[in-house]
Each structure stands twice: as structure tokens, then as C-alpha cells.
């Protein structure tokens, strides 16, 4: 029985698609190949490939976010920065082209990310929402979250490449680091 089509499905079976190579190797004819369908068939669903790149970006961005929310629950303050980190990482570590979906932005595959105008419930809110108790000045805040990101994901691209030895445990090494990167933080004097 042949699986019926949808927006739903072929989203989902283009995450899987990417997972084994790259986001920026997808093509139309490799999805529909896969899918055992024509090229055309997928501009019914979307208008081009960057709008299905997006599409499969934000599902793994949601597949996230979920494991975020779920492992945030019973902590605040630095030990949710500590999980945040480290779910992040696992996930990425997971999920080998999760790295490169994140940072797809939602308009455009060349523009940065504009932390301001990211999607309610999105990465960067989760971390704000975190940050906000602890760091209450919006401007301080907001450096905070790029210094975090910048540290996090410079930590991950690197342990992801081989760049440190194989023997460390990644996981404990950057939970170490979000340890350096929480002192920097400045104080709270609410």
C-alpha cells in the first residue's frame, strides 16, 4: 500500500533525508526520487526548495524545542542553562544535520537570524525566558544569549569535527564550560 501524500509526510521523510546527508543537499528530483513521485508534484505542496528546506528546518527545530521543554520543566536559573546546553548538544549529537537546520534562518538561507523577530516558543525564546530572571536588563540579556549561543555552538562545531581528543567526555566538558560562561554573567540586583 502506497502511503498517501502530504505536506506532513513529505516533511518528515525530507527530515530523514537530510539526517543521512545535508539540508543544502537536498534536491527536488533526490526528494521525489525517495518519495517515488515527480519532481512537479512537489511544487503542489511547496513553491520551491528553499520553502521545503525551511519546512524540514522547523521540524527539527520543533523535535527540539519538545525535548527542551519536556527537560526544562523541573529546573530555573544557571541548572537550566546547564540542561539547555547539554539537550541541545545530545540532540545535535543525535541528529547530524541538526546543526545546519538551526541555523537556517525561517526567510532566507542567507540572512542572520534576527533574535527579535524569532518564532514564539522558538530556540532563542527558550533561552530568553530562562535568562529574564537572571539577567533583567534586556541589553545585557540579549548579549548574554549571543555570548551563550557563540559559546555553545562553537563548542559543539568543533567536538563535532574531532577537534578534541576522543577520549574526553564531550557532555561533561561543555557542562564544565556553561559553568565558566554563568560566572560571566552579570549580577542580578533586583
Do not use: C, W
Amino acid at each position: 500500500m502506497k502511503k498517501t501524500l502530504s505536506r506532513d509526510y513529505i516533511i518528515t521523510e525530507t527530515y530523514h533525508m537530510a539526517e543521512q546527508d545535508s539540508i543544502q543537499n537536498l534536491s527536488l528530483r533526490g526528494v521525489a526520487r525517495h518519495l517515488g513521485v515527480q519532481p512537479q508534484t512537489l511544487y503542489h505542496y511547496f513553491p520551491s526548495l528553499d520553502d521545503l528546506k525551511i519546512a524540514v528546518a522547523d521540524h527539527g527545530r520543533q523535535l527540539v524545542e519538545h525535548e527542551l521543554y519536556t527537560k526544562l520543566v523541573p529546573v530555573s536559573g544557571k541548572d537550566a542553562l546547564k540542561v539547555f546546553a547539554t539537550t541541545l548538544f545530545s540532540f545535535a549529537q543525535k541528529h547530524s544535520s541538526f546543526q545546519e537546520m538551526l541555523t537556517t534562518e525561517h526567510h532566507g538561507f542567507r540572512k542572520p537570524i534576527n533574535i527579535d523577530n524569532a518564532p514564539t516558543g522558538a530556540i532563542v525564546n527558550i533561552l530568553r525566558d530562562i535568562l529574564t530572571p537572571m539577567i533583567p536588563d534586556e541589553q545585557a540579556r540579549d548579549r548574554m544569549m549571543r555570548f551563550f549561543l557563540s559559546t555553545l555552538f562553537g563548542y559543539a562545531k568543533l567536538s563535532f569535527n574531532g577537534f578534541f581528543p576522543s577520549e574526553i567526555n564531550a557532555e561533561e566538558d561543555l557542562s564544565q564550560l556553561i559553568d565558566v560562561v554563568t560566572q560571566a554573567m552579570p549580577e542580578n540586583h533586583d
